[in-house]
T-cell receptor
Framework: EAGVAQSPRYKIIEKRQSVAFWCNPI?????LYWYQQILGQGPKLLIQ????????DSQLPKDRFSAERLKGVDSTLKIQPAKLEDSAVYLC????????????????FGSGTQLSVL | GDSVTQMEGPVTLSEEAFLTINCTYT??????LFWYVQYPGEGLQLLLK?????DKGSNKGFEATYRKETTSFHLEKGSVQVSDSAVYFC???????????FGAGTRLAVHP
């Protein structure tokens, strides 16, 4: 089974530039997550999609971050303009369909995109 | 709010030593608890889980017991190998939600 694919693997940009990350989840997984992992910290959820709808984006800095999931499959996360504190690894994860009241324990994670903002 | 606290690393051990990585949590209700592992250059992988009090999760020689009275989920392994070197994350998930809350992670380095 193919895993969660992310690209690029690394990205270096200057502050105030824009950047985009791409994620292809496991085939058939309806739920997609973007996490931000700052060095020395655990991953923090930025946004969660179910199919192509947003379930949770409460921790997404909406003044500079945006994400979309067209057709409920691939997703892109964009930062515009980037700040120094955005330097982190951006992880994409996917899981099967979540239903209210059920627990979904297993998220499958990609290898992440390491972003350095100079 | 909900949170997870792990012991700081790095933890450095010799091969075949006993491992404990402490994890405590704060949450209302009865969350499910997890350990994820991140090997160098790879994505996060689920290592083990426990969904209710007194449950013991186990996988690859690792074990963790859900202790409601101490709000803990410590990770243990009786004999570590060099291949266990990785970063270990404790996480919780509350019933009715599907958002994992992670601890800061603990790096384990095992030497021959």
């Amino acid at each position: 089974e193919a895993g969660v694919a992310q690209s690029p693997r690394y990205k270096i940009i200057e502050k105030r530039q824009s950047v985009a990350f791409w994620c292809n989840p496991i085939s058939g997984h309806a739920t997609l997550y973007w996490y931000q992992q700052i060095l020395g910290q655990g991953p923090k959820l930025l946004i969660q999609f179910q199919n192509n709808g947003v379930v949770d984006d409460s921790q997404l800095p909406k003044d500079r971050f945006s994400a979309e999931r067209l057709k409920g499959v691939d997703s892109t996360l964009k930062i515009q303009p980037a700040k120094l504190e955005d330097s982190a690894v951006y992880l994409c994860a996917s899981s099967t369909l979540y239903r209210e009241g059920q627990m979904r324990e297993k998220l499958f994670f990609g290898s992440g995109t390491q972003l350095s903002v100079l | 709010g909900d949170s997870v606290t792990q012991m700081e690393g790095p933890v450095t051990l010799s091969e075949e030593a006993f491992l404990t990585i402490n994890c405590t949590y704060t949450a209302t209700g009865y969350p499910s608890l997890f350990w994820y592992v991140q090997y160098p250059g790879e994505g996060l992988q689920l290592l083990l889980k426990a969904t209710k009090a007194d449950d013991k999760g186990s996988n690859k020689g690792f074990e963790a017991t859900y202790r409601k009275e101490t709000t803990s989920f410590h990770l243990e392994k009786g004999s570590v190998q060099v291949s266990d070197s990785a970063v270990y994350f404790c996480a919780l998930l509350r019933g009715g939600y599907n958002k994992l809350i992670f601890g800061a992670g603990t790096r384990l380095a095992v030497h021959p």
